[in-house]
């Protein structure tokens, strides 16, 4: 069965920082591109990140680019979004998301394969 599982979120306060990490399991994710998407009530997933297969290629929307830092360990099966300098906007249901692409340009959600469940960030101002 193929899961991936967030975790990390939390309530913080505008500067702080926060490190999701997304656990990938029951199937090989090595080739897969990995990403970050974030949604709020009433909305469609927002996509945030997005990391190829081995890590060289990384892409972010421009509201948290040079703030937020997706990468990922192969070894220990794992995605990662270090998140710097939060503000209230970044407030979100944050959901890890896998894609059997070499693309790291993949912007809508339904095209992406696998999903994990999501985790709470909640920045108070």
């Known amino acids: 069965q193929v899961r991936l599982v967030e975790s990390g979120g939390g309530l913080v306060q505008t500067g702080d920082s926060l490190r999701l990490s997304c656990a990938t399991s029951?199937?090989?994710?090595?080739?897969?591109?990995l990403g970050w998407f974030r949604r709020t009530p009433g909305k469609d997933p927002e996509y945030v990140a997005s990391?190829?297969?081995?890590?060289?290629?990384?892409n972010y929307i421009d509201s948290v680019r040079g703030r937020f830092t997706i990468s990922r360990d192969n070894n220990k099966n794992t995605l990662y979004l270090q998140m710097n300098s939060l503000k209230p906007e970044d407030t979100a249901t944050y959901y890890c998301?896998?894609?059997?692409?070499?693309?790291?340009?993949?912007?809508?959600?339904?095209?992406?394969?696998?999903w994990g469940r999501g985790t709470q960030v909640t920045v108070s101002s």
């Open positions: 990391i190829g297969w081995n890590g060289d290629n990384t």
């Open positions: 998301a896998a894609i059997n692409t070499e693309t790291i340009m993949v912007f809508t959600p339904s095209l992406w394969d696998y």
């Open positions: 029951g199937r090989t994710f090595d080739k897969y591109t």
